[in-house]
């Protein structure tokens, strides 16, 4: 059996989260990049495969195989590093200062913006034959995606930024977990299971991902969709990055690091003498 027990899990979430924080800004950009590059192929991939069989879920089956390219060769995702550095920080680690997990965000969102905008460009060059052809079928979809994703918000006002908010928090609550649930086996096979699931729950139902929407809103605006720069960051890019870290960091992050941080030895001590019942005390290290 290959399962590792939740405490295990915490602990490799907090060293994980640490030794994202001591990378350098040159590979957190390429590794973010290479991220945004991989969730945006599979993002066109899934559109493609639900307009060629007239099903979301088929697509939504297919797209989960992006995310397993980035975490499993450790690439960096924003939405993933949100549930995972302030693990590091919540436990203490030299490295994880407030400061340093700001500033390692901000190179990994730079980074996964370079990657996804990159595809964006190419794939609409595909699409268009060079501008010399009509939009594709799929082409087409990313164009109503993109006004879904912006101007559907802006049409209901505050209660549209509210719901584009609040799906970007129910996103990053399943993506983040798929890249902590990918700690929970040792195998190759058993983290893209693990990986699989969360994602599929995510992108199913339409949720709103910071990454994907780097690469579908301006691969919709290039192809020709009615939406601005102004739309796209601020009807879904801004409220959708802030729902991803309130997602990640509280509602899998933190929640998963309170529950399950290992115990003090002197607590681990008794319990494995069979001493006396008590409620079993927590490391205060944070």
Known sequence: MDYVKPQQIVGEMVSTGALKLDLPARHLLIRGALAG????????????????????LVG?????????????LRTEIITGSFALLPCATADG?????????????????????????LYAG?????LTTGGDAAVSAAGTKLIAIAEAKTNYYASHGPAGMLTVFTKGILCNWMVSLAVVFAFATTSLSGKILAIWGPTVLFFSQGFEHAVVNM????????LGAHVTVADWWLWNQIPVTLGNLVGGM???G??????HRPLEPAAEARRADGGHEEQPRYSPSF
Request: glycine share 8%; net charge positive.
């Open 37 to 56: 590059a991989y969730l945006g192929v599979a993002t066109s991939m899934a559109v493609t495969a639900a307009v060629e069989t007239g099903s979301w």
């Open 60 to 72: 939504s089956l297919l797209f989960p195989f992006g995310l397993c390219l980035a975490v499993l």
């Open 93 to 117: 680690k030299a490295n994880a200062c407030v400061r340093r997990v700001l500033t390692n965000w901000s190179w990994v969102f730079l980074g996964n913006l370079i990657g996804s905008t």
């Open 122 to 126: 190419l794939l609409a060059i595909v």
């Open 215 to 222: 690469f579908a809103i301006p691969a919709g605006m290039l």
């Open 250 to 252: 509280l509602f899998t």
């Open 254 to 259: 933190l929640a998963i690091y309170f529950t």
